[in-house]
């Protein structure tokens, strides 16, 4: 089955700079769109950045600038260069794809399990 996992989370400082990786796996006919969403404690979850299957890109005000997300096609990978971390930025970081899937052929949304970023002096 398809599935996605992130890394890279961790302790940073603020100012400092960190890059997530989400790896799909499993068989799939396509990825469509990628995205990165986040989840500060006691907050809703929020989309930060989306990438599209042609690496057309998007991102939240309050990231633009500092957080680019791009994607590794042959590796089946999206990633987020996260820079100028700021306190607020601390959550848990999830990657989602769209993705169609075979036999039958459908489409459908993918989480993983998420990674935590904490920034913190």
């Known amino acids: 089955q398809v599935q996605l996992v992130e890394s890279g989370g961790g302790l940073v400082q603020p100012g400092g700079s960190l890059r997530l990786s989400c790896k799909v796996s499993?068989?799939?006919?396509?990825?469509?769109?990628m995205d990165w969403y986040r989840q500060a404690p006691g907050k809703e979850r929020e989309s930060v950045a989306t990438?599209?299957?042609?690496?057309?890109?998007n991102y939240a005000d309050s990231v633009k600038g500092r957080f680019t997300i791009s994607r590794d096609n042959a590796k089946n990978t999206v990633y987020l260069q996260m820079n100028s971390l700021k306190h607020e930025d601390t959550a848990v970081y999830y990657c989602?794809?769209?993705?169609?899937?075979?036999?039958?052929?459908?489409?459908?949304?993918?989480w993983g399990q998420g990674t935590l970023v904490t920034v913190s002096s």
């Open positions: 990438i599209t299957s042609r690496g057309s890109t």
């Open positions: 499993g068989n799939m006919f396509s990825i469509n769109s």
């Open positions: 989602n794809a769209d993705i169609t899937a075979f036999s039958p052929v459908t489409n459908r949304r993918v």
